[in-house]
């Protein structure tokens, strides 16, 4: 990992704080914000400290 381990983390808390809100829903809005932490931390987090390479399935 890089030295920015802050943003991580950070970005960890929101995806802890999405599942809690989506496991103390009790209305379809507070459903659908949660996801919507949950979707937006979680595709964050997947490509995090991930290095651009370009393809070469061509050669």
């Known amino acids: ?3 920015n381990t802050g943003e991580y983390n950070s970005f ?8 809690s809100f989506l496991v103390m829903a009790d209305n379809f809005l507070m459903i659908y914000l949660a996801i919507e932490l949950i979707s937006i931390s979680s595709f964050v987090l997947t490509f995090y400290g991930k290095k651009e390479k370009k393809c070469r399935s061509w050669i």
């Open 1 to 3: 990992m890089e030295s």
């Open 12 to 19: 960890i808390v929101i995806l802890v704080a999405g599942l």
